[in-house]
């Protein structure tokens, strides 16, 4: 077969490896659609950097406000959320090859893949935020911003080996995302919107959507992970939003609060809440009957029927006149539980009943007084004779 032909289809070949090792890494019990171990490491990737500028405007450069950005961003996180860990494919105005950012990430074994970048357009006046995911190519201006960020490989020494002749400037190289696995779609998109919906309703800023593209970095990693354009440095006004200190923090914060919806979500799907509250410090009140008392690494299934940043009484005027309600502290947020029952198949019919009431309830495992992942908990069970 033709050179290039050959060189595409080991290409499609490596991408399609990585894929399926993307799904072994993905829990399979949930189908691979939500981590087993909830949101613990986050890449934060600042594109472009050194000698490749990305992007330019009148007065800046992308790669710069790129980096302020994810710097912010990555301090959020960190002073807020200090369950997560933060890694960074750079914290200054360096080079990183595309292949290198992918592995870091992949090394890192992270949860989430943040690529931050700044947008161009040859219209001064296009302007709004975007979220792009790994996905099918498609003929409109989306495919402009693939081959604009895919285009730093070109910069790479040996780049046709490297990426096993892989050409950001072809549109037949770009069949393959249209083959891929869809491992962490569903998920990148989820974390997509979650990051749109602050840009739109808290930064003001005009809402572009999630969109599907074939994003290189994004195909080598294996995580969830998307692309945001924060913005058009191609228009003027956008362009000194994108510069001020104030345009970079309102929308480094918004992407902090995606990630924070994002993370609750996930979170809240594996059960994997950290109570920070020891079994005899939680607060039981408004029962008339003293709490049931769990054996030593005893799992207990419960029901958990509100959460809220603010602690609200326990009493029964306050929860539909449940008189056995639990509340445990996480981090800023209080989580409040119902029921006690060594069966999990006791705590799926209560939680139906409880639904009536709370129609966002959920089970619940806890061990020693503290939360443990449902999956876990099952297993153990299981093993037990």
Same mark, same amino acid.
């Given at each position: 077969?033709?050179?290039?032909?050959?060189?595409?289809?080991?290409?499609?070949?490596?991408?399609?490896?990585?894929?399926?090792?993307?799904?072994?890494?993905?829990?399979?019990?949930?189908?691979?659609?939500?981590?087993?171990?909830?949101?613990?490491?986050?890449?934060?990737?600042?594109?472009?950097?050194?000698?490749?500028?990305?992007? !330019?405007?009148?007065?800046?450069?992308?790669?710069?406000?790129?980096?302020?950005?994810?710097?912010?961003?990555?301090?959020?996180?960190?002073?807020?959320?200090?369950?997560?860990?933060?890694?960074?494919?750079?914290?200054?105005?360096?080079?990183?090859?595309?292949?290198?950012?992918?592995?870091?990430?992949?090394?890192?074994?992270?949860?989430?893949?943040?690529?931050?970048?700044?947008?161009?357009?040859?219209?001064?006046?296009?302007?709004?935020?975007?979220?792009?995911?790994?996905?099918?190519?498609?003929?409109?201006?989306?495919?402009?911003?693939?081959?604009?960020?895919?285009?730093?490989?070109?910069?790479?020494?040996?780049?046709?080996?490297?990426?096993?002749?892989?050409?950001?400037?072809?549109?037949?190289?770009?069949?393959?995302?249209?083959?891929?696995?869809?491992?962490?779609?569903?998920?990148?998109?989820?974390?997509?919107?979650?990051?749109?919906?602050?840009?739109?309703?808290?930064?003001?800023?005009?809402?572009?959507?999630?969109?599907?593209?074939?994003?290189?970095?994004?195909?080598?990693?294996?995580?969830?992970?998307?692309?945001?354009?924060?913005?058009?440095?191609?228009?003027?006004?956008?362009?000194?939003?994108?510069?001020?200190?104030?345009?970079?923090?309102?929308?480094?914060?918004?992407?902090?609060?995606?990630?924070?919806?994002?993370?609750?979500?996930?979170?809240?799907?594996?059960?994997?809440?950290?109570?920070?509250?020891?079994?005899?410090?939680?607060?039981?009140?408004?029962?008339?009957?003293?709490?049931?008392?769990?054996?030593?690494?005893?799992?207990?299934?419960?029901?958990?029927?509100?959460?809220?940043?603010?602690?609200?009484? !326990?009493?029964?005027?306050?929860?539909?006149?449940?008189?056995?309600?639990?509340?445990?502290?996480?981090?800023?947020?209080?989580?409040?539980? !119902?029921?006690?029952?060594?069966?999990?198949?006791?705590?799926?019919?209560?939680?139906?009943?409880?639904?009536?009431?709370?129609?966002?309830?959920?089970?619940?495992?806890?061990?020693?007084?503290?939360?443990?992942?449902?999956?876990?908990?099952?297993?153990?069970?299981?093993?037990?004779?």
């Amino acid at each position: 077969m033709p050179i290039y032909i050959k060189r595409l289809s080991q290409t499609f070949l490596v991408l399609t490896f990585l894929a399926c090792m993307t799904g072994l890494k993905a829990g399979t019990e949930n189908g691979g659609d939500v981590p087993s171990k909830g949101i613990r490491t986050v890449v934060i990737d600042a594109g472009h950097g050194g000698k490749d500028p990305g992007a !330019t405007g009148r007065r800046g450069k992308e790669k710069d406000i790129a980096l302020s950005i994810a710097l912010m961003t990555g301090k959020y996180i960190e002073e807020n959320i200090p369950d997560v860990h933060v890694v960074y494919t750079r914290q200054k105005d360096v080079y990183v090859e595309l292949w290198k950012r992918a592995e870091i990430a992949n090394k890192a074994e992270a949860d989430l893949f943040i690529s931050i970048h700044v947008n161009a357009h040859t219209k001064s006046s296009v302007h709004g935020a975007l979220t792009l995911v790994l996905g099918q190519h498609r003929a409109d201006e989306n495919f402009d911003v693939a081959v604009r960020e895919n285009s730093v490989i070109l910069l790479e020494d040996d780049y046709e080996t490297r990426y096993e002749g892989f050409d950001p400037r072809s549109t037949e190289s770009y069949i393959m995302f249209t083959l891929m696995q869809k491992t962490y779609f569903n998920q990148s998109i989820e974390f997509g919107d979650f990051v749109q919906d602050q840009f739109r309703e808290r930064a003001g800023r005009k809402d572009l959507g999630v969109r599907e593209q074939g994003i290189y970095v994004l195909a080598r990693t294996s995580m969830p992970g998307v692309l945001v354009e924060t913005g058009f440095i191609s228009n003027p006004e956008e362009e000194k939003y994108l510069l001020s200190k104030y345009g970079q923090e309102i929308i480094a914060s918004a992407i902090f609060r995606g990630f924070r919806e994002y993370k609750e979500e996930i979170d809240r799907r594996t059960n994997l809440a950290v109570v920070r509250v020891e079994p005899d410090q939680a607060e039981i009140t408004g029962t008339d009957q003293p709490a049931v008392q769990a054996l030593p690494d005893q799992i207990i299934f419960r029901i958990q029927i509100s959460s809220s940043k603010h602690k609200v009484p !326990t009493d029964p005027a306050s929860f539909e006149g449940y008189r056995d309600v639990q509340v445990t502290q996480d981090g800023r947020w209080y989580k409040y539980l !119902t029921g006690h029952e060594p069966s999990y198949h006791h705590a799926l019919e209560r939680c139906k009943k409880v639904k009536a009431d709370f129609p966002d309830a959920f089970v619940v495992a806890t061990k020693n007084g503290k939360l443990i992942p449902l999956n876990e908990a099952l297993k153990e069970i299981n093993r037990q004779p």
